[in-house]
């Protein structure tokens, strides 16, 4: 049972390239959510899903877009990357509303 | 606008200093209250859930607590390794889907 898989732990874009990080759990939940991390900023939530086939945004989506077509998978592109978009992207999966989230260990982006 | 406010941003104690942790939460419905722990460069780790007033959940040297505009993270005589940063975060009754995070707390323990 390995819970949240991210991949790639670390990348560096330069600006206006696209690329998709990977976000791969195997509990079966049906919430997943990708969150960004900045100093001062505390976890923003970017977008979420409810179930395959189910998205919807969250506080800070500009310059994003995710799919959900399996349960497992939740994975997040960067359309044209900009410097503000460096940051420590997480992606977290829960079995239902009320549920604790399970984190993945983190992507570090920097877009130079 | 639902928010969250920890405090305070750090604190260090010595070894065996118990001490407490505040969340303080303004949201429209409340459905949970989280605490995390995030260890440098990995994810946050779930410790507890709270879902009314009154709860108390406990484990090792770590009790959470949860009124209706705060919640307290004690810690009973910490140990180095308890060193990590703090989070809580509310999921609202309305767009449960999210969660909403305080910055958190920085707590280092000294041998």
């Known amino acids: 049972n390995a819970g949240v898989t991210q991949t790639p732990k670390f990348q560096v874009l330069k600006t206006g390239q696209s690329m998709t990080l990977q976000c791969a759990q195997d509990m079966n939940h049906e919430y997943m959510s990708w969150y960004r991390q900045d100093p001062g900023m505390g976890l923003r939530l970017i977008h979420y899903s409810v179930g395959a086939g189910i998205t919807d945004q969250g506080e800070v989506p500009n310059g994003y877009n995710v799919s959900r077509s399996t349960t497992e998978d939740f994975p997040l592109r960067l359309l044209s990357a900009a410097p503000s978009q460096t940051s420590v992207y997480f992606c977290?999966?829960?079995w239902g509303q009320g549920g604790g989230y399970t984190f993945g260990s983190g992507t570090r982006l920097t877009v130079v | 606008e639902d928010q969250v406010t920890q405090s305070p941003e750090a604190l260090r104690l010595q070894e065996g200093e118990s001490s407490s942790l505040n969340c303080s939460y303004t949201v429209s419905g409340l459905r949970g209250l989280f605490w995390y722990r995030q260890d440098p460069g990995k994810g946050p780790e779930f410790l507890f859930t709270?879902?009314?007033a009154g709860e108390e959940k406990e484990k090792e040297r770590l009790k959470a607590t949860l009124t209706k505009k705060e919640s307290f993270l004690h810690i009973t005589a910490p140990k180095p390794e308890d060193s990590a940063t703090y989070l809580c975060a509310v999921q609202p009754s309305q767009g449960a889907q999210k969660l909403v995070f305080g910055q958190g707390t920085r707590l280092t323990i000294n041998p």
């Open positions: 977290a999966s829960s």
């Open positions: 709270l879902y009314s």
